[in-house]
C-alpha cells in the first residue's frame, strides 16, 4: 500500500469492510456457536479474547496511521457495505467511505430509515458526513438509469448527490444514460451505445451548475437537517430537506422522494452534535439561513430549476418558518438569499403582496417595473409595433410607387402625424416627472416629426434621372443593406429613440435604454413586428451603437482605432485576442458597416437642404463605407490587418469620394448655367433692324452670328 502511495495521490480499497476485525474472524475465524459463520471454515474458529490476541489492532487503523506518516498527501478512499461505513469513517479514520445506503435506501425509497441514518451522524459527530462518498451506481451495482431511470427521480436524487455535505461520484456512463453494466473483469464495452443527448443537456442546466458550488455544500459547519411538518402537525417523512452556509453566502435544499405530493412547513432542525459545547442542538431555519429580525424588511432568493426569484417577509420566515410544496420527485434549490429593506414608498412590500408566493424571473426588476409603470405605459404607446409598422416603407425605389399598405387603412398622414405627436408629448411630460432636466414636449415632439420624415425620405428615395454612376452605386449599395425588412423596422425605433437627443445625450440615452429598460420594451415592439430574438438583441446593441458613436467615421486610422476601442462595438464584433492577435466577427462586421451606413443616409436626407447636397453626401459615404469593406476583404478578421488595410486606401479613398462629388455637383452646375447661356446668346446675337440709309448696301448679320444661333438652339 505504501509502495502504491508513492505513486498516487488516490487509492481506492474494494471490499475493505471484509479485512475489518468484526468480519475478518466471521469469514475466517469465526466464534464458536454463531449463526452467521461460514461452514468450512467453524474447524478453525477463535473466541473473541483469542482472535483479539492473534489480531489485536485494526489493520485499517495501521494503514491510515502509517499512511499519514510515510505519505501524508494520500486520499484514502474505502468501499465499506454491510453498513460499516460510520466505523470506517468514526473509529478507523478513513478519508472518504462509500455510503452504499444513499444509494440503496434512496432507490427504495426508505426515507425514514435515510433520515435517521443522517440524524445518528450528525448526532455522533458532523464531520463524519463529509467523508462519506455518495454513488449512485458502481461496477459492482446495476446502473443508475437501471436503478433510478431517467426522469425526475434520477435527477432528484442527482440533486442530493451534489448537494450533500461528502464527495459526489458518478459512475461511468451515467450522465450519458449507458445501460450496460460495467463489471472489473471488462476490458471495453460489450455494447454500443449512443449518448443520451437529452439527459446530458438536462444535467448541464439541473446539476452541473450545483457542483460549480461544492464549496457552499460540501463543508458541515453550517449544514442543518429539517423536519418538514405537515398541515396537520406530522413529519413528512418522504421529504428531505436541508441548509448549508458559507459566510453569507445560504442554500436550502428539499426533494420528495415519493410518488405522492408533499407539503408542509420548514422551521426547526433535527438536533446535531454542536462541538463547541460537546451538546445536542438545534438551530431555527432563519438562523440556517442567517437572517436578521429586521422591521421592514424581505428576504430574496432564486430557485435553480426555474431561474425565477421569490420574496418572503423576514418576520414571517422567522416567526412562521417556511411554507413549501412539492410533487411527486421535485425538488428545489434555492441559492442567493439576501435580505432588503424595504423603500420609503414600500415598494418591496407593494410587490410581496402582488406576487403571494409566485416567483419572477428578476425581483429587483419587477420592483423597477412598478417604478417605473407610467414611463413604462408612455413609451410602449409611442413606440409599439403598429407605430413601427406606420413609419416603415418598403426600401428604397427607383420609381415613384406607393409605399407599404399591409395595413389596408386609407390613413391620412396628417392623422397619423397628429396621433405621433400626441404620444411624444405624453411621454416628454412622464420623462420629466421622472427626473429629466430641460424638457420642451413641444420641442420632442417636433423632433420626433423630424426623424420620422427621415425615415420616410430614405424609404421613398428616388434616383434622379441624370443620376452620376457613382450616384447609382451608392443607392444600390444603400439598396442592399435595407433588403432586410427588420432592418427597416429598427431604424424606426431609432428614430424615436434617437428624438430623445432633443433633452439628453447620445450617452444618457444608451444608460436609459438599460436603466430604465427601454431595451426591452423596444424588443417587445420589434417581436410584434415578427422579428426573431437573436436579431431583436443585434438591432439593440446597434440602436445603442449609433447612439453614442457619429456616423460620419472619416477614414483615418485614429478615428478607426477609436472606434474599435470602444466597449460596446467590440463587444458586439466579438473582438477576442488568441496567440497575441485580436480577431472580429465577420458576420457582425457586416451587419454593423450595414447599420451605420443605413443612419448615415437617414441623418443624409434628414438633415441635407437641397438635393444636390444630399445626393453628392450620399455618394462621398458610400466611397467611406466601402473602403471599410474592402480592408476586410484583406484582413482575415483580424484587427491589426484590417487598420493596415485601411492605412494606404486613405489618399486614395478620399480623392475618389472628393471627384464623385465634383463630378455630380459640376454636371449639375452646367446644366444650369447652360441654360443661362444659351438665353444669353439668344438675346445678345439677335440682329437689330438696319437704319435706312442712303447707301443702298443689303445689311447682312455676321456669318459668325448666324454659325452660334442655329447650333446651340439645336442643342436647346
Known sequence: ILHVA?????????AAMTLAKKHYQRLWFPTPGTKDAVPSRSEFGMTKAQFDAAMPEEFWREVVDRVAVDAPDTLLLAEAFWLMEGYFVRTLGMHRVYNSAFMHMLRDEKNLEYRLVIKNTIEFDPEVLKRYVNFMNNPDERTAVDQ???????????TMMATLPGLPMFGHGQIEGFTERYGMEFKTAMLDETPDQWLIERHQREIFPLLHKRYLFAGVENFLLYDVYKPNGKVEENVFAYSNRVGN??????????????????????????KT????????LAQGLNLR???????????????????????????KGFDISLGAYKYAVYLDFRQVTDTPEGAYANLHERLRGRGVPSIEQAVRDIQLAPLYAAFRDMVNGESIKRYTGTGIRETGKQGDAETGKQETEQTRNAETREKAIAFAEVAQEYG?????????AERVEKNLDGVRQINEYKLPKRASKELQMATDNLKNCLTDDSTRDGLTAFAFLDAMQEFATGAQIVAWIDE????????????????????????????KIALAQSTEIENRKSKIKNLFDDADITTFLNVNEFDGVKWFNKEQFGALLNWLQVIGAYKI?????????????LTKQSAQWNAWRDAEAQSEYQVEKLLAALKPARAKKRIAAKNAVKKQTTKTVKTSKTNSAAKKTTLALTPALPKRTASKKKTVAPKSAKKQNKPRNKKK
Open 6 to 14: 508513492r505513486l498516487t495521490p488516490v487509492i481506492r480499497f474494494d
Open 148 to 158: 433510478f431511470g431517467k426522469g425526475d427521480k434520477y435527477f432528484g436524487v442527482a
Open 249 to 274: 453566502e445560504a442554500a436550502l435544499i428539499a426533494y420528495n422522494n415519493s410518488y405522492t405530493e408533499a407539503r408542509g412547513k420548514i422551521k426547526l432542525s433535527a438536533a446535531f452534535l454542536d
Open 277 to 284: 459545547k460537546e451538546e445536542l442542538a438545534q438551530r431555527t
Open 293 to 319: 429580525a429586521d422591521e421592514n424588511s424581505f428576504v430574496i432568493f432564486r430557485d435553480v430549476t426555474s431561474s425565477n426569484e421569490f420574496i418572503r417577509s423576514a418576520r414571517e420566515m422567522i416567526d
Open 436 to 444: 429629466v432636466e430641460d424638457v420642451d414636449a413641444e420641442a420632442f
Open 516 to 543: 430604465w429598460q427601454l431595451g426591452r420594451m423596444l424588443g417587445d415592439a420589434l417581436r410584434a413586428r415578427g422579428i426573431v430574438d437573436a436579431r431583436i438583441w443585434q438591432l439593440i446593441q446597434l440602436i
Open 605 to 617: 436626407l434628414r438633415d441635407g437642404k437641397t438635393t444636390a447636397k444630399q445626393n453628392a453626401a
